[in-house]
């Protein structure tokens, strides 16, 4: 098989699909999404055991044990891509909204319109929910979709895509809206990321840092995205003991391996030492590896020494690193120093340095007496996300549907002449 020659066909098609997308209206799209999760609750048993072949490859080919997690499927992630579909059927459709307008002394009448971007590109590791997620929020913001899952998940990946395709030929829908690239080979996401900017507009990468990485750099194409999720959780000198122990708790061990996970623990000097050796007691039971710095370990024994690069670091794991810190400016310039804009979390009792935290910091998500693990589409109300991008220009936090539209301006005249 020539690849560039199959992924210039899978881009053809997919700009032609986007053309037939953008007089599909809101009901016709409702009615294919609502066929897709019945189907994918109807085939629930078939997902299941492709699934389980995967898994078994991938144990044979001694894929790392994160990954595995984040590939696997069981009846209560098929019940979060059931949520997923029925929450972006319950959205309204973003495209062809006016955002604003207004009218010009000379008689002019602007308007900002939304409108999809197009093709969209998508690469991601494991996690075969992401195959289900971005080709439903594409079809509905009006975006033709080109998915590249990992060799992981391939055949998850496959089923699922198939199921999508079938209810958009049911409703006489091109099914080139979503295309799944079959091959594993490597070097199609070398094309892809090289060759094909005549045919996709933007490329989402997700997955690890090393994916995301390799995106940025050989990427001709603009990209929405993030390279790593180092997440911190302050606890401020002023605070609620048990709020503070179940957040920082379900902050980092909920799930370990997702780019929401706490990785940094930064604690107020004056906070009680009995409820920091609860604290990390509490994660130290589950399995969690304490890094700590010198005085944190001088006063919970039962920790690793941190090092400079800890402070750097997403691990992605059953690990945190836990630091003392003077104050909130002093938590805000660790984070600064070595944040990567994703998600931070503050927890405390005092509005103004929850207002001092949240303004002086300039993290895509700032969460205030909350978990950091709720920075996710789904949960943000957006039916799912493609990706959570931390660029400073938008799109920021979550990807959802709103956020893989752009605008156009339509100007409305009786015959005015610029002078």
């Known amino acids: 098989m020539n690849n560039l020659k199959y992924l210039i066909n899978l881009g053809q098609k997919a700009k032609v699909a986007s053309s037939f997308l953008s007089n599909l209206s809101e009901k016709k799209k409702n009615e294919a999404l609502n066929l ?50 029925e929450e972006v059927i319950s959205l309204k459709d973003p495209t062809n909204k006016v955002l604003s307008s207004w009218k010009r002394p000379n008689g002019l009448k602007i308007k900002r319109v939304s409108m999809p971007i197009g093709v969209i590109g998508v690469i991601y590791e494991a996690r075969p929910n992401v195959t289900s997620d971005v080709a439903t929020l594409c079809f509905k913001s009006g975006n033709s979709a080109i998915l590249k ?22 409703k006489k829908i091109n ?33 690890g840092k090393g994916l995301v990485k390799k995106v940025l ?41 997702i780019c929401g996970a706490a990785e940094t623990l930064l604690i107020n000097k004056k906070v009680n030492k009995n409820h920091i050796i609860s604290i990390l007691d509490k994660l ?17 024994p039962n920790s690793k020494l941190a090092k400079e690069k800890d402070w750097a670091t ?24 070595y944040g990567t804009n994703h998600t931070e979390s503050i927890i405390s009792t005092n509005k103004k340095n929850i207002n001092k935290f949240s303004n002086e910091l300039s993290s895509s998500i700032i969460m205030q007496n909350t978990s950091t693990q709720f920075a996710d589409g789904y949960e943000f109300g957006l039916g799912s996300e493609v990706g959570i991008s931390t660029n ?26 610029r002078p």
């Open 314 to 337: 997403e691990y992605l794991d059953a690990k945190i690193s836990v630091k003392f810190v003077k104050d909130v400016d002093a938590a805000i310039h660790h984070i600064k120093k």
């Open 217 to 257: 750099e050989l990427s001709k194409i603009p990209t929405i995205g993030h390279l790593e999720g180092l997440c911190h959780v302050y606890l401020d000198e002023k605070y609620n003991f048990e709020l503070a122990n179940s957040v920082i708790f379900n902050s980092k061990m909920r799930r370990t391996s």
């Open 175 to 207: 099914p080139d809206c979503a295309q799944l690239i079959k091959s594993t080979d490597r070097v199609m996401v070398d094309i892809l990321l090289s060759k094909m900017s005549d045919y996709i507009d933007i490329i989402i990468p997700r997955g």
């Open 149 to 170: 899952g990992g060799k992981e998940a391939i055949l998850s990946n496959i089923a699922i895509s198939n199921l999508f395709r079938d209810c958009l030929k049911n």
């Open 392 to 417: 400073k220009m938008p799109p920021r936090g979550p990807v959802g549907l709103e956020q893989l539209t752009t605008y156009k301006y339509i100007v409305e005249g009786k015959g005015q002449l």
């Open 36 to 85: 897709f999760k019945n189907k994918i609750k109807s085939h629930t048993n078939y997902i299941l055991k492709e699934n389980s072949k995967d898994l078994y490859n991938a144990k044979k080919l001694k894929i790392k044990e994160n990954i595995l997690e984040r590939t696997e499927l069981n009846s209560n992630k098929i019940k979060g891509i059931l949520n997923s579909i």
């Open 284 to 300: 130290s039971r589950s399995g969690c590896e304490i890094i700590a710095e010198q005085e944190i370990k001088k006063i919970y």
